[in-house]
């Protein structure tokens, strides 16, 4: 192979080269660390005013989830276009960097693969501000929803329906539907660096994915959680031990335990051998 670079004849060709063959998993993997350990890293005040930030931004996926309902004809394709909607929320927490909690389950567990005696403790000090940031947020928002004349009385009514739909699945389905969910989020955050100029598209298919396999998401599902208790219409132990606990488990499953475990595995030889 000594003559496979006469193809290769200027500079600007090998940068071309380099650019079209992309990052490859070591480098994928190297870049999630880092976003990881900057995580890790900061404030805890910071993490909580951002995850409070990701709680009610995360609401707009239920929103226009409803209003894309409310507007389409009730033809069978209906589902497929309403889904995009779910997408909204994702994009202004993502693209905003605000602490999500599902997005957690990746950046910050890689860099306890590589240092699990020094890491460990801070990732499980981030994972409860942020979740506890996200919760509290989306009852915020769900509050302000469910008391204030900002939704028509129909996105209202639509908003319940989505509502009623997410939370009364039961514990084992979603648990179930929470890990796909985790997988894609996981797999997002782990595409992104290699994304470039096509992260928004990346963003809207994964999470719409998500709502057209009608995956059960954590943060998202808790502003629909939240809608309906606040108006009395969910009990507390129905919300926690049927819908908030099984669904974290299977979305902490799905990000951690099936993908960030498999991209590990994938990468962890060449990081051995590494100088």
């Known amino acids: ?17 380099e650019e079209a063959t992309g990052l490859t ?40 989830e409803a209003a894309l ?22 994009l202004l927490v993502i693209l905003g960097r605000m602490q ?19 890491c460990i403790v801070c990732t499980a000090k981030l994972w409860g501000v942020v979740l506890l940031a996200n919760v509290i947020g989306a009852f915020a928002i769900a509050t302000f929803l469910a008391y204030t004349p900002a939704l028509t009385p129909e996105i209202k009514r639509i908003v319940a329906d989505l509502s009623h739909h997410a939370t009364h ?41 998500i709502a057209l396999g009608d995956f059960t998401h954590i943060i998202a599902g808790s502003v629909e959680m939240a809608y309906l208790m606040v108006q009395g219409d969910l ?12 669904v974290l488990a299977g979305n902490v499953v799905g990000g951690t335990l099936v993908f960030t475990m498999l991209t590990w595995a994938q990468i962890r030889h060449e990081v051995a051998q590494e100088p």
């Open 1 to 17: 192979m000594a003559h496979a670079d006469q193809a290769i004849t200027t500079p600007s060709e090998r940068k071309a080269v």
């Open 25 to 64: 998993a070591r480098m994928v993997f190297e870049t999630v660390r880092r976003e990881g350990e900057e995580e890790l890293e900061r404030p805890m005040a910071s993490l909580f005013w951002s995850g409070i930030a990701a709680g009610i931004l995360i609401s707009f996926s239920v929103l226009a």
């Open 69 to 90: 309902r409310g507007a389409l004809p009730d033809v069978p394709w209906r589902h497929i276009v309403e889904n995009f909607g779910y997408s909204m929320g994702f």
């Open 100 to 118: 999500l909690f599902t997005e957690n389950t990746i950046t910050t567990v890689v860099p306890v693969m590589m240092n699990p005696r020094g």
């Open 169 to 209: 699945m039961g514990a084992a389905s979603g648990f179930a539907r929470g890990i796909p969910a985790g997988v894609l989020i996981a797999a997002l955050v782990w595409m992104m660096p290699s994304a470039q100029g096509g992260r928004v598209a990346l963003i809207v298919l994964f999470t719409w994915l």
């Open 235 to 246: 009990a507390i132990g129905p919300a926690v031990f049927g819908f908030f606990l099984p």
